[in-house]
């Protein structure tokens, strides 16, 4: 699954890029009428940033507090470490459950440039935060049933006892 994010997150940047050039060109080199690349590459910034979040949980870059973790025996950083993933779950369950309301009253509403309703913009919240409870219960399952407890809370941090 982080596989398949990680892409879509690349191809979004790609757009991003794209439009942002296009729109410097329309705007100060070629004098054309297009309105439409700020509105996109504000939407697709949104959509590439809360996508990115489901693979920054899939390498365990979200926030933790390094420094006691790494301290602390195995048995004890196992449990917080599937504590804080509980807590994070928590908090994206609650997301998508008001992100659903959010877009659904957003499809009440026009964005200003395509005239389209905005709740398919904003449906890029709640499908982010079903994207990250789901990578949150794969962590928790890998971190409740795996033979050793993670060593830190992210996976770009070596643990304290080696060098870099």
């Known amino acids: 699954m982080n596989w398949l994010v990680e892409r ?8 991003l890029v794209l439009d942002v050039w296009l729109g410097v060109l329309v705007r100060y080199v070629i004098p054309l009428p297009l309105t439409f690349t700020e ?20 390498h365990r ?16 950083r ?3 470490a599937i504590a804080f993933d509980l807590i994070a779950f928590a908090f994206f369950a609650a997301l998508f459950f008001y992100g659903i309301g959010f877009a659904v009253k957003g499809f009440s509403r026009l964005t200003m440039i395509y005239q389209i309703p905005k709740g398919w913009p904003f449906m890029g919240v709640p499908l ?17 049933f795996a033979e050793r407890a993670p060593e830190s809370t992210g996976a770009s941090l070596p643990p304290m006892d080696e060098e870099i």
């Open 128 to 144: 982010a935060a079903f994207m990250a409870c789901l990578q949150l219960l794969l962590i928790g399952i890998h971190d409740a």
């Open 8 to 15: 879509v997150c690349v191809a979004l940047l790609v757009l």
């Open 61 to 76: 870059e979200h926030i933790g507090v390094e420094f006691i973790f790494s301290r602390l025996p195995g048995p004890v």
């Open 78 to 80: 196992r449990w917080l």
């Open 39 to 58: 509105e996109l590459a504000r939407y697709l910034m949104i959509w590439m940033a809360l996508l990115a979040v489901s693979s920054g949980i899939a």
